[in-house]
């Protein structure tokens, strides 16, 4: 059974930093495309980050030039790096595979950015 377990969320101030890790397991993600979504109250989830399975990254304008995806793929984990948060960013954030799987969604992590 595949689970994507988030964590590292928290209350962050504005212009602070925060690193977010997804942990999976039950299935091996090295070959896959993942990403990070957030979905803030009254909005829907979107994609907000990704790596290809060869490195290369993806950024939503809104965080581009913040944040920084990463994988390790000997860990079966990837990681959002977030320098310089704005009240905007905060929400609950996910990872999945790019392009998701609704039965990969996991609780994720919720981040609050204080100003």
């Known amino acids: 059974q595949v689970q994507l377990v988030e964590s590292g969320g928290g209350l962050v101030q504005a212009g602070g930093s925060l690193r977010l890790s997804c942990a999976a397991s039950?299935?091996?993600?090295?070959?896959?495309?993942m990403g990070w979504y957030r979905q803030a109250p009254g909005k829907e989830r979107e994609l907000v980050a990704a790596v290809s399975s060869g490195g290369y990254t993806y950024y939503a304008d809104a965080v581009k030039g913040r944040f920084t995806i990463s994988r390790d793929n000997a860990k079966n984990t990837i990681y959002l790096q977030m320098n310089n948060p704005k009240p905007e960013d905060a929400a609950v954030y996910y990872c999945n595979t790019n392009p998701a799987v609704r039965t990969y969604w996991g609780q994720g992590t919720q981040v609050t950015v204080s100003s």
């Open positions: 039950g299935r091996t993600f090295s070959s896959y495309a």
